[in-house]
């Protein structure tokens, strides 16, 4: 869908695209409007992701024994 929608008009900068994003994801935290995406149950990751948003390919990556799994249960 991205590949089909977007125009190819050449090179672009890739600090043009993440201060975009950048952008984006400060407005999102500092809005009010609260989560638009599946909440976690942790308020503090909730608060900074907005949530699990549709689409989105989550990783949770860590050292083994550091508590992924139980981690990953809480949130289902």
């Known amino acids: 869908q991205v590949a089909e929608s977007h125009k190819r008009e050449g090179f672009v ?9 950048f952008e ?9 409007s609260g989560i638009t995406g599946v909440p976690t ?8 992701t907005t949530g699990l948003q549709k689409g989105d390919l989550c990783i949770v990556a860590a050292r083994p024994s550091m ?7 809480n949130v289902a």
């Open 13 to 21: 900068w890739i600090k043009e695209i993440l201060w975009s994003a």
């Open 24 to 32: 984006h994801i400060e407005q999102l935290q500092e809005s009010d």
């Open 41 to 48: 149950g942790f308020p503090d990751l909730d608060r900074m």
């Open 67 to 73: 508590g992924k799994t139980s981690w990953v249960l």
